[in-house]
């Protein structure tokens, strides 16, 4: 355990958590050393579009809040799919059971494999990304900002977005989309809930090698007609900090948005992106 438990006594929930090596697990395993208890989500079961290889499963979800517990924090788990409203609703009345409230919402569920052409893309494919990435956000937001208002001792809302929330992508347009869309709610949402010392801010990372990751790498590798490894240095040639991002650039950005230290940054879209992304 942390020496600095600056966040003693704050609850976080994060949604799609429950993936090993991706952002959500990192993001709660930072707040979580340093004394936050956490609620670790994720589907658990594998969905429509989303089979067990995509998904964070129940079991991996309860390896994450045992990995938590086994170095001194406190973690619960609840099985949470962000596009329905009531599991939305339950997965934050269990924050509140279990740890008396919700402090910190980090909206992080993803689908970033459904990569098409544009002319290809099914309109259910365009649904599927948008109802995960945008609509479960604000479900999320809508509801936390309920509970956090409720208590009356503000928060924080962060929405992890992406650099592809600022810049277009080929064969992404859902997913450029969604992430778009994210910053729209952020700004929008910020407003609102400021004066209620509620803060919603959006964190853009660049790429990542995580689960969902390693899936656009064999896709644009392919489409470029370059090995994953050459792929790779590619985009590192083109990063000004020289390397692709780690799940942890991304905790660190979260864990200062939800300090005190950021009580006065709301209604940003943070670049963690080593200066890839220019504003
Ligand atoms: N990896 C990157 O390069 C990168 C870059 C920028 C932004 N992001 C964003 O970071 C977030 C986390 O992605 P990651 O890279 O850690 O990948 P990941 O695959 O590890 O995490 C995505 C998680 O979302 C969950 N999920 C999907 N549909 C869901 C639903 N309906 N309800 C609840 N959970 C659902 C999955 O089960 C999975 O655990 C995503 O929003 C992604 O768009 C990732």
Same mark, same amino acid.
């Given at each position: 355990m942390n020496d600095k438990q600056r966040f003693a006594g704050k609850v976080a929930l994060c949604t799609g958590? &429950?993936? #090993?090596? &991706?952002l959500g697990e990192a993001i709660l395993k930072r707040l979580a050393e340093e004394g936050c208890q956490v609620v670790v989500t994720d589907l658990g079961k594998p969905q429509r579009h989303m089979g067990s290889e995509h998904i964070g499963t129940t079991q991996e979800m309860e390896q994450v809040a045992e990995e938590i517990r086994a170095s001194g924090g406190t973690a619960t788990t609840f099985a949470l799919d962000v596009r329905d409203e009531d599991q939305v609703e339950a997965a934050i009345a269990h924050a509140v059971a279990e740890f &008396? @409230? %919700?402090d910190f919402m980090i =909206? =992080?569920? &993803? $689908? @970033?494999? %459904? $990569?098409? #052409?544009v002319t290809e893309m099914a309109k259910e494919q365009w649904q599927a990304v948008l109802e995960v990435n945008l609509m479960g956000a604000f479900l999320c937001t809508k509801h936390a900002a309920r509970q956090m208002l409720a208590q009356g001792r503000g928060g924080r809302i962060v929405n992890i977005a992406s650099e592809a929330a600022k810049n277009g992508h080929p064969h992404m347009a859902a997913y450029t989309a969604s992430k778009h869309g994210m910053l729209g709610l952020t700004r929008s949402t910020a407003i609102e809930l400021g004066g209620h010392g509620i803060t919603v801010n959006a964190v853009c990372p660049n790429h990542v090698t995580t689960g969902l990751g390693a899936v656009q790498n064999e896709y644009f590798a392919k489409y470029k007609n370059m090995t994953v490894e050459e792929y790779l240095a590619d985009m590192r040639n083109r990063i000004p900090m020289a390397r692709v991002g780690r799940t942890e650039d991304t905790a660190n950005a979260v864990a200062w948005l939800c300090s005190e230290e950021a009580s006065y940054v709301t209604a940003q879209g943070i670049n963690v992106s080593g200066g890839a992304v220019l504003y």
């Open positions: 958590a &429950g993936r #090993p090596e &991706g &008396g @409230g %919700l =909206n =992080n569920a &993803g $689908i @970033g494999y %459904l $990569i098409q #052409p």
